[in-house]
């Protein structure tokens, strides 16, 4: 129920959410992120908010990159920061998109603005959706052309997916049981009201022996 032709379209990306301070690359929750130096090299010295992306279907790939300390140089040699948002950019969405489309220009292997086109209503949205899913894509992502630059949830901002999701931080582990016994039993995780709850399906032997900390 919005006016499709109102909002720059882009890809959603199934990256590790980044963000450039201007001088260092950070998790959204302030946490150092462990690149070579080069992999920022040239980057402008101006907040931007991203996705440390490799490709679609690769999640599993660049969460484990980001999240290791002994990450070698050739290890990044495949990912790109795509900058979806200017933090400090004081305009609307549409003049934020003209300045992110300027960082192409850099000419960077590293560095890339993520795609912003426009649709003309929901049909060709839906079309727009069904055609990246096909090619394993997670979604679409809608954002308000006079939006200026918020943090945390908006009405300017929206998903559009084939299915709704929803995201939790894990705060803990729960001990198995019968065949699990000594192993990971349930994830506990925290979502963004608080709200703590166990997740038990989905994990492999192996991280169950073996769980980050």
Do not use: C
């Amino acid at each position: 129920d919005v006016a499709v032709d109102q909002y720059w379209i882009s890809e959603k990306l199934d990256g590790v959410r980044g963000r450039w301070d201007g001088h260092r690359l950070v998790t959204r929750n302030g946490y150092p992120i462990r690149a070579p130096s080069w992999f920022t090299q040239g980057w402008p010295a101006k907040p931007m908010d991203g996705e440390l992306w490799i490709g679609r279907g690769r999640f599993d790939e660049i969460s484990a990159l980001v999240r290791s300390a002994e990450s070698s140089a050739a290890d990044w040699r495949s990912v790109r920061f795509m900058v979806f948002d200017l933090p400090a950019h004081a305009g609307t969405f549409s003049a934020r998109v003209a300045d992110m489309v300027a960082l192409d220009q850099l000419a960077l292997a590293t560095l890339n603005a993520v795609p912003q086109y426009r649709l003309a209503d929901e049909a060709a949205l839906r079309r727009e959706l069904q055609r990246v899913t096909a090619l394993g894509g997670e979604g679409l992502m809608l954002h308000h052309q006079d939006a200026l630059y918020r943090t945390g949830r908006s009405a300017a901002l929206l998903k559009f997916k084939d299915h709704d999701d929803a995201e939790a931080w894990v705060v803990g582990y729960t001990a198995g049981q019968g065949k699990y016994t000594g192993l990971v039993g349930a994830l506990i995780v925290a979502d963004e009201q608080g709200r703590r709850f166990r997740l038990g399906s989905g994990l492999s032997d192996a991280e169950r022996a073996a769980p980050p900390a």
